[in-house]
């Protein structure tokens, strides 16, 4: 128990990190909407909903007039007004150059809104709002617990610079950036978690024909084609699924090529619609008329109505549109034809098929290698999208058997789950694919004079991760002979593909290894070795988010010593038993034979003489033994020899390098500066804190304008039969009203605008109405009070007399009190006939005589006095004395008879005494318990 009492606190704290820091979430970061989802020990993996119960939310964040930030939906409804305050597309600027420069080392790009009131933001700042507003939806679905850790799914045509971006919006808003993710990556991962591709009977059959042996496969591989078409690009990825035949659960997810089309998706489609759209509007209010492409607004509305009817084209092969007041109170009421749609996006539509072309030739497979195509994203549910996938594919049918909006999120909260250290999921290895290869240019040692003809020191090319054999993640170490501080270059290889903003050799980032020279120089001054042997270790990394990062720098000195010790020199011994064993021999064949005689007597006396002779011998040669062994030993000590032996030895001595950016020619590599990094925290934080400070003077506004028109009309308002008319005069209610009416106009001065304000304001009106309220709570309760009061006395006086006569009649000695009692019960009716006459004479304007905190405080000293009644001792009833017992006289009777008789007539006697007095007695404390528990009970 001891033990247990102090692992107690131990578990408890455990489960406090548990329940804290375990939260994590996902985020679908999309063109046109943000997914959330969470993973949570016991629930597993669930989609967040937002405030408005919806699935999806809309990628946008606008800013009112006055300041106030507005996010998804409300950001959306804002726009239609105010399109300049908006920001629909914050995923289009991420990882974008300032104007006249090229990526992916290059300035940010950022952005402003019209009035230059708002900004300037770059890309990062705004998806690190975004970001905030997922997270504040997670923490809301997890009942307000704190979500720290994320994993972000982009589209795999993200490049290095467009990914480092997101890692640094999430950084920014204060959020642990586990991974990210590809989206058809993530939809792959929630592919193989469904068990969609189990093995089938026939691809088991295949499998096994394959084999000589005709063996039923243990694991089938499956290459699956995800194809995505969401707002603003379509993508394909092929994969390979590995599952177990006999449970169907997959075990691995491969990631065979990536590729992609930016010149398709629904925004671009959308647009189609909306030209259609605008034509429509301009033909209706016919020719002199402002033309629609000019009006911002009503583009904004048009966009919005766009969307929706491309998606009601989906199901059917036309449909009406409507939309009231467009622009000067003119309606657009127009029909639009599915067909009619299509031809219009034919060239967009032609390229559907393109990026699954090229995914095939990348993965080196053909149409016919794959077991199945699953499309997603919101824009695959065009007809026309699928019609031109099937075609290209050369397949009747499609495989959608996974979420279109939700396999990503779900497959990115997985992958989240699987990096968390909090997390334990179910066994899955997932490999993405790397594009492009990564080398190094490193320099040599300028000191040896090395320059190429330019005067630049001469570099030492390397390739880290050729074409075809990056991963993610991947890890690879170089080892380098250096004894100074050097600089390398990072570079991305040639883009195969040719759709990267940056398709030719790139440089990635420029970087200095410090620390090498004082490592040696350090070790040089400790050391008396004459050779040391300085190496440098280099770790590149290209993480599961795709990133390229050197993760350790390490200085591996080798110094070689000479060890010198001192060892015994062995001497050659001569084989003792090997002489004496000789000598017996040789002994044994020169003794004559032994003669046999017959006589017994003398043999006899032969064999006694023989085995004493043979005992004598023993002892003289065990002794001899004895003193030759000391002499030996001494001997040996004497002339045991030792001599010096030397030998190398090499020891490796380990150093942690420095690793930073070389700024000396602006070139900082893609991450996010420290500078950087806190101006944007503080941009956030301010935008955070004026938030919270609109929300609280919402508050305080609301709460204000509420008892303004509340109060204000009941004092306005008030008649004969109010009571706050009965307790107040005519110029005391014409007061209020007129504070209450300069309060009311001063909500919208300037003064108004802080929060402190307004609680103060509310605070001054309600000291000035408290007077008037307190009066008309007293005049209201007053009555009934006094009431209830009496009753109570009355009540008491009746059920104190039952518990006074039992006091008496067993002569307690506490008699007196319940006349004191009864005193008291007197007084305090008098007290409330002088009140009740006093408060009549009185005005109601007036301060009451008596309040109801006084008519309660009489009640609660009534309590008191009861209570102590009741706990007074009672004396217990006295024992009357024994009856004596009647005897009967019979000389018939033996004496054993006669005690046995006697015997069984005083037990009876004495049972039925015992009876009546122990019913007696309980009868009284019946009564007793009665009395008291009575009064408490009803007073």
Partial sequence: MAALRHLLPLLLLSLLLHVCFCNLMGVDLGLGYIKVAVARPGKGLELVTNEQAKRKTPAAVGFTEEGERLFGDAAVA?????????????????????????????????????????????????????????????????????????????????????????????????LNCLGIVNANTAAAIKY???????P???????????????????????????????????????????????????????????????????????????????????????????PSRTLPRVMMRLRKEAQRVREVLSANTNTMVSVASLHDDVDLRTTLKRADFESDAESMLNLVGGPAKTALSEAKMKPEDLDAIVPFGGTSRTPRVQDELMKVLNVKALNKSINTDEAAVMGSVFFAASMSSTFRVRKLDFEDVYSRSISAEIEKDSSSGLFSGKGKPVVQKVAIFPDGSAKMPAKKTLSLNRDKDFGLSVYLGIDSLGKSRFPERTLYSKIKVTGVADVLKKLKDQSKAKTLTPRVALTFHVDRSGLVRIGTAESSVDETIIVEREVEIKEEKPDKAKGDKGKASKDTSSSPSAEVKDVTAENDKAETEKKENTDEESDKDASKDNEESKTNSKDTKKKKKTKIEKSSQTIVHRHTLTIEYDSSEGIMGMQM?????????KTLKDLEAADLERVERADAL??????????????????????????????????????????????????????????????????LFEPMQQRAKEFAGRPNAFKKLEEGIAMALEKVVELRDLHVERGSKHVGEFEKFTNFCETAKGWISEGIDAQKNKPLTDDPVVTLKDIMGKGLELRKQIERLVKLEIPPAPKPSPTPAVKEESSEKTDESANLTSSEGSSGEDDTIEKVFSGGDAEAAKADTASSGGIKDEL
């Fill in 702 to 767: 609301n709460s204000l304008e509420g008892f303004i028109l509340e109060i204000g009309s009941k004092v306005r308002n008030a008649d004969e039969d109010d009571d706050l008319y009965k307790v107040s005069t005519e110029a005391e209610r014409q007061k209020l009203v007129e504070v209450f009416n300069e309060g009311e106009d001063w909500m919208y001065t300037d003064e108004a605008k802080h929060t402190a304000n307004l609680r103060k304001k509310h605070f001054e009106l309600q000291k």
């Fill in 78 to 174: 804002y726009a239609a007004k105010a399109p300049a305050r908006a920001i629909l597309d914050g995923r289009a600027l991420i990882g974008e150059c300032v104007e006249g420069e090229h990526p992916p080392l290059c300035a940010r790009k950022t952005l402003s809104l019209a009035d230059g009131t708002v900004g300037p933001f770059s890309g990062e700042e705004i998806i690190a709002m975004l970001l905030g507003m997922a997270r504040r939806q997670a923490s809301a679905f997890l009942g307000g617990a704190v979500v720290k850790d994320v994993a972000i799914t982009v589209p795999p045509w993200y490049d290095d610079r467009q990914r480092q971006a997101v890692a640094d919006a999430a950084r920014v808003i204060g």
């Fill in 200 to 290: 089938t009977e026939d691809a088991i059959a295949a499998e096994k024909a394959k084999d000589k042996k005709k063996r039923t496969p243990k694991t089938i591989t499956q290459r699956v084609m995800f194809y995505d078409i969401g707002a603003g690009s379509a993508s394909a990825s092929i994969a390979e699924v590995t599952s177990d035949v006999k449970t169907g659960v997959a075990s691995s997810v491969k990631m065979l090529a990536h590729a992609w089309e930016k010149g398709v998706g629904g925004r671009l489609l959308d647009a189609v619609v909306v030209d259609r759209l605008a034509d429509a509007f301009d033909t209706q209010r016919g020719n002199g008329a402002t």
């Fill in 192 to 198: 193989a978690l469904d068990g969609k591709a189990k």
């Fill in 673 to 681: 500066s420290g500078a950087d990094l806190k101006a944007a925290q």
